[in-house]
C-alpha cells in the first residue's frame, strides 16, 4: 500500500512534532513560536506493509499578510490530491471559530479525515472522553485517534488507522 497523508490544523497543536515523531527523525521544525512551519514539508514513512508521504503543512489561521495567505494556501492545498487527511488538533476544551472554519472546510472534501487529538499527556482521562465525544458529534470523522506526540503514544496505532484509508 501508498498513498499521501496530509497534516493539517491551527498553528501550534503539533504537527510538526508528529511528522517528526512518525518518520523518527527532526525534519521539520518545531516551535512553540506559531508560525514555524512556513511551507508544506514531505517525509517518507516506510514499513513492510506500506509506504506514506506524509505532507506537514502550515498552521491554518486568519492570514493578517501576505506571507500569512501564501502558508494558509500551502495548508489548504493539502486537503486536496491525498489519500487521508490528518487534523491536529490539541487539548483545548472548546472548538474555537479557528477550528470551526477548518472543520466546516473539512467537511467538503473527498479524502477521509481522521481527527488525531494531541497532547494527551496534558488531559485528565475523563477530559479525554469528553472531548472525543464532542469531536464525535461533528459527523465529520472517520476515527478519532487520542496521541501524544511529544511522548510518542500512540503513534503506531495512528499509523494502522490511516493504513485503513490508502
Ligand atoms: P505545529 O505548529 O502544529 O507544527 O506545532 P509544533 O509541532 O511546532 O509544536 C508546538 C508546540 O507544542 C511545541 O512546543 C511542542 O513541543 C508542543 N507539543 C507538540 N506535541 C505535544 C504533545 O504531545 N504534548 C505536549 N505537552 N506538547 C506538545
Ligand atoms: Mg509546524
Known amino acids: 500500500k501508498s498513498g499521501f497523508v496530509s497534516i493539517v490544523g491551527r498553528p501550534n497543536v503539533g504537527k510538526s512534532t508528529l511528522m517528526n515523531n512518525v518518520v523518527g527523525e527532526k525534519i521539520a521544525i518545531m516551535s512553540d513560536k506559531p508560525q514555524?512551519?512556513?511551507?508544506?514539508?514531505?517525509?517518507?514513512?516506510?514499513?513492510?506493509n506500506c509506504q506514506?508521504?506524509?505532507?506537514?503543512?502550515?498552521?491554518?489561521?486568519?492570514?493578517?499578510?501576505?506571507?500569512?495567505?501564501?502558508?494558509?494556501?500551502?495548508?489548504?492545498?493539502?486537503?486536496?490530491?491525498?489519500?487521508?487527511?490528518?487534523?491536529?488538533?490539541?487539548?483545548?476544551?472548546?472548538?474555537?471559530?479557528?477550528?470551526?472554519?477548518?472543520?466546516?472546510?473539512?467537511?467538503?472534501?473527498?479524502?477521509?479525515?481522521?481527527?488525531?487529538?494531541?497532547k494527551i499527556d496534558q488531559l485528565e482521562e475523563s477530559d479525554l472522553f469528553e472531548l472525543m465525544k464532542m469531536y464525535h458529534a461533528e459527523g465529520v470523522f472517520k476515527e478519532i485517534v487520542p496521541i501524544s506526540a511529544l511522548k510518542g503514544r500512540n503513534i503506531k496505532e495512528l499509523i494502522k488507522v490511516v493504513q485503513k484509508y490508502l
Open 36 to 48: 514555524t512551519t512556513r511551507n508544506t514539508i514531505q517525509a517518507v514513512y516506510t514499513d513492510e
Open 52 to 118: 506514506m508521504v506524509f505532507l506537514d503543512t502550515p498552521g491554518i489561521h486568519k492570514p493578517k499578510n501576505k506571507l500569512g495567505e501564501f502558508m494558509v494556501k500551502s495548508a489548504t492545498d493539502a486537503f486536496k490530491n491525498v489519500d487521508v487527511v490528518l487534523y491536529v488538533v490539541d487539548e483545548s476544551k472548546k472548538i474555537g471559530p479557528g477550528d470551526r472554519k477548518i472543520i466546516e472546510d473539512l467537511r467538503g472534501i473527498k479524502a477521509p479525515v481522521v481527527l488525531v487529538l494531541n
